[in-house]
């Protein structure tokens, strides 16, 4: 190879002081300046030496040169002989040059500054914060909650890092969530996965952290690689909850993220709450009002006063806030015995609408003994449900349904979907029937006589893209509600949909329950983000081994017609070995956004029931 010529050596080395960026830059016009100042102040002396002599000498020819680089218009105000006013004008022009780079290259360097700042590169300062990682539609449900959740706190801050563009994240959430009054919204750009970017957001004096699982094809993967990366970073470790699409990556989550991470299995969630909605009309209304902090939370709180009494007497125990179960050396239950004497180092599981009403009650609650009614359970005989459209999780909701259903009972899947059930051999209590169909539609879904059923449910189809899957499960609703009305049946109808703002289009077929899959994940990990401890309380809730929630006709418990206070619900709950935690109107099951369910009523405040209202209820099938 030939030797580099001086040429090239400068030239490389004038490329790489360019390169350092707008302060190299200045440089060297500034040194450009110098060199124009003492060339033509030099040339003065040289040429017009009693032009400088009229101008005191050295320093004002240094200075009048310098003026007329930095300002070409003052040339016009000189006067003396044409060589010294040449040399001026050259001056004059050759600092034209400079200042016209100068403002330039000032006006790009700003410009450049302010792309930076925008894009948010720098490190935040704060502690105590929330720190949202990834951008899916999740965030919005999750920053909602998390406004709500600090509503009362000054100073609370949520900080976000995507590879989003900052200001089109802060736009996004303006626009979905609205005002979020005492809580500051911080963005970052960048990217969850690199170290470098982590150390942006101030992670050892975080509060919690929450991992989302991003849009687009493999999203666990990004998932557990931003699991490693928190894993490796040095400092402290707040904690981590996260949300994994698919329940086979569990496992490689798990062991990435570590003992301090909770993780969300989104599959399963959402099929189990789709399962339970199905057999239980309004259990997805009760799920989202536990999970949303808009009415009645879950706490878990100790309570030594209560040490050595019964479970079953401590339901009484607080007036604004209803007992659910106990958390006993690290291990969640809801329901227990009524027996179950509370131990000193217990926590109390209960529901209350904030952690400021939940106190000791004074008195006893009033019990009217005449009132109660011993009236048992009907048991349920086999039944038949008809599952319409087929997805990723359909298996796993057949698989659920499976563990809930008495023996004997029937499942049919009706879908055009090439997968529809496949994959499913040794079910226990279902037997299974597959038919093709297209489920939009109308003479296809009145040759299924959906009135031999009595539940049924209608899955969104990922063969589409989420606003036309909620487009055609919108149709198939439409239409099932329209066969009701000309045939008089009647049949639970649980939908599963995926856009929150299709939920109050959805309200106008009258379905018993929809259950917006995104949007229950996104409740789930603000309520974790908040206190990592309820991870098992959900658990159990969401689980079919155990106690679960139920909602039981009125009259089963209470004499319906006259006015009674909930403690004696609570009473007639105990004897059965059940919790009771609120109660649905019928009068009100199609008014959003509740929809008749009342949870954590005040324990004197009178209700009376009619036909049809339910008392819901923790207890076992």
């Known amino acids: 190879m030939a030797r580099a010529t001086i040429r090239e050596r400068l030239r490389y080395w004038f490329d790489n002081t360019m390169s350092k960026g707008t302060v190299a830059l200045i440089g060297w016009l500034g040194l450009a300046s110098l060199a124009l100042i003492l060339i033509v102040s030099g040339l003065t002396l040289w040429i017009t030496p009693d032009e400088v002599f009229d101008h005191a000498g050295l320093p004002g020819v240094l200075w009048m040169t310098l003026v007329r680089a930095l300002s070409p218009s003052k040339i016009a105000s000189d006067s003396g002989t044409a060589p010294f006013l040449a040399l001026m004008l050259a001056a004059s022009l050759g600092g034209i040059f400079i200042v016209s780079t100068l403002v330039g290259v000032l006006s790009a360097g700003l410009k450049g500054k302010i792309e930076e700042l925008r894009k948010g590169r720098s490190r935040i300062i704060e502690s105590g914060h929330t720190v949202i990682l990834g951008w899916s539609e999740q965030v919005f449900t999750i920053v909602g909650e998390l406004v709500k959740a600090h509503a009362s706190q000054r100073g609370s801050v949520i900080a976000i890092l995507s590879d989003h563009d900052k200001p089109g994240m802060e736009q996004a959430i303006r626009t979905k969530v609205g005002d979020t009054g005492r809580t500051r919204l911080v963005c970052r750009t960048g990217r969850p996965t690199e170290p470098a970017d982590l150390s942006l957001m101030s992670l050892e004096t975080a509060r919690s952290v929450v991992v989302l699982s991003p849009e687009g094809e493999d999203p666990d993967a990004h998932v557990i690689k931003t699991l490693l990366a928190l894993a490796k970073r040095d400092g402290d470790h707040p904690p981590v909850v996260a949300a994994v699409a698919s329940s086979r990556n569990m496992a490689a989550a798990r062991l990435a993220g570590g003992p301090g991470v909770h ?337 954590n009523p005040d324990k004197e405040s009178p209700i009376a029931f009619a036909l049809g209202d339910a008392v819901i209820v923790l207890a076992e099938r």
Not at 328 to 353: C, Q, R
Not at 423 to 436: I, M, S
């Open 263 to 599: 993780l969300v299995d989104s599959d399963d969630t959402a099929s189990r709450l789709i399962v339970q909605s199905s057999r239980q009309s309004g259990m997805s209304v009760v799920c989202m009002d536990l999970l949303n902090f808009d009415g009645g939370e879950i706490y878990l709180r100790p309570e030594p006063s209560l040490a050595g009494v019964p479970y079953g007497e401590a339901l009484g125990a607080y007036r604004s806030a209803t007992v659910i179960g106990l958390r006993a050396a690290g291990k969640v239950v809801l329901n227990p015995p009524m027996d179950t004497v509370i131990g000193s180092d217990d926590e109390i599981i209960l529901i209350a609408h904030d952690d400021s009403l939940i106190h000791l009650w004074g008195g006893a609650p009033a019990v009217d003994e005449e009132r109660i009614v011993g009236m048992a359970h009907e048991r349920p005989g086999p039944e038949r449900t008809l599952l319409l459209g087929w997805n990723g999780r359909a298996a796993q909701i057949v698989r659920y349904l499976d563990g809930y259903v008495p023996a004997g009972s029937a499942i049919d899947v009706a879908s055009d979907h090439p997968g529809a059930g496949g994959g499913l051999t040794g079910l226990a209590r279902l037997t299974l029937n597959t038919k093709e169909c297209d489920i939009t539609d109308r003479y296809a879904l009145e040759s299924l006589s959906a009135g031999l059923y009595q539940h049924v449910i209608v899955l969104s189809d990922d063969r589409y893209g989420t606003h036309h899957a909620d487009t055609r499960t919108l149709m198939t609703l439409l239409q099932l509600r329209d066969i009701q009305t000309t045939l008089g049946d009647r049949y639970s109808i649980v939908s599963e949909m995926h856009d929150e703002n299709n939920r109050a289009l959805a309200e106008v077929t009258r379905a018993d329950d929809i259950v917006i899959s995104d949007t229950v994940i996104g409740l789930l990990l603000a309520q974790l983000a908040e206190n990592p401890r309820l991870a098992d309380v959900f658990g159990y809730l969401f689980d079919s081994r155990g106690s679960e929630i139920y909602p039981r006709p009125a009259e089963d418990y209470v004499v319906i017609g006259t006015p009674l206070a909930f403690s004696t619900v609570i009473e007639s709950a105990r004897r059965r070995g059940e919790t009771a935690i609120g109660y649905r109107l019928a009068a009100g099951i199609n008014e959003p956004p509740r929809f008749g369910v009342v949870l």
